[in-house]
């Protein structure tokens, strides 16, 4: 069975105040981390639920508190598509949030791998291994959804990339684009890895995903346990019926 990380459960009563937690929560380590070290280093979800998060950070409170010129942006995960594709995840970050604040472009680092999706994994690791503070450094925050299958970023159960590499190329048959992903190895680096997981349809995996059930015993999510950091999961009333 599964170790099941010490975990911080948080649940709210909608996708409002989830999405309005998470940006608090994303101002609060940005202010941290530039404190700490000058910038504020986070990787953004693919999806729709962060879509409201994004929002928010982009307008009113969080938007003045946010430190954008200390601001690095990265992406968990991309389907290779062009960046306008409405399948993109670049895309909707770049609608509800990056279009709308002060962010310098060369801090927005996006994972580009429509023309050659081997290539991009080689030069997003590359990127990341010159990006990342030194030994053993990682992102400050990681925002990561979850899907009915128990799958996170682009990890899909029985689907895993070889251990090692940073990023890697995902193909699924189900799917006409390939993806790439970041790995457990260097979203374990991660000071913080937060899950924002709504709606009724998740409520079967992410209560057999928090307990360790055999029916989720291979989602990627069990390879998440980051050595220095912590995992916050937060979560609408209907995700989280089944806890
Ligand atoms: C992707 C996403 C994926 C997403 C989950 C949850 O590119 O597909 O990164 O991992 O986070 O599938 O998606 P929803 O938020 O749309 O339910």
């Known amino acids: 069975m599964p170790s099941v990380p010490d975990l911080r459960v948080e649940i709210f009563p909608d996708l409002e105040a989830v999405s309005e937690a998470a940006a608090a929560r994303v101002v609060a ?16 979800a693919g999806g729709a639920t962060p879509a409201r998060t994004y929002e928010r950070l982009a307008g ?3 938007r003045e508190r946010l430190p954008w010129g200390n601001v690095e942006i990265f992406f968990g995960d991309e389907r290779c598509v062009p960046p306008e594709d409405p399948r993109s995840n670049y895309r909707l970050a770049h609608e509800r949030l ?10 927005v680092h996006r994972l580009a791998c429509e023309a050659d999706a081997e290539a991009g994994a080689r030069q997003y690791e590359a990127l990341l291994r010159q990006r990342l503070p030194g030994v053993g450094g990682g992102f400050d925050l990681v925002l990561l959804g979850l899907g009915a299958d128990g799958h996170t970023a682009s990890l899909f159960p029985g689907r895993l990339p070889p251990p090692g590499p940073w ?13 790439l992903t970041l790995t457990p190895e260097v979203l374990n680096r991660s000071r913080l890895l937060v899950f924002l997981v709504a709606g ?9 995903v928090l307990r360790g059930e055999a029916a989720m015993a291979a989602s990627p999510v069990h390879l ?12 609408d009333r209907e995700a989280a019926a089944l806890l």
Do not use: N
Not at 98 to 107: D, E, F, T
């Open 29 to 44: 380590r940005a202010a941290a981390a530039v404190t700490a070290r000058g910038r504020f280093l986070v990787a953004l």
């Open 60 to 62: 009113p409170p969080h």
């Open 98 to 107: 990056l279009s709308r604040v002060p962010l310098p472009p060369a801090q």
């Open 167 to 179: 990023v890697a190329v995902v193909a699924r048959p189900e799917e006409p684009f390939r993806r």
């Open 200 to 208: 009724r349809e998740k409520a079967p995996a992410l209560r057999a």
């Open 224 to 235: 998440l346990k980051p050595a220095a950091g912590e995992i916050h999961w937060l979560l």
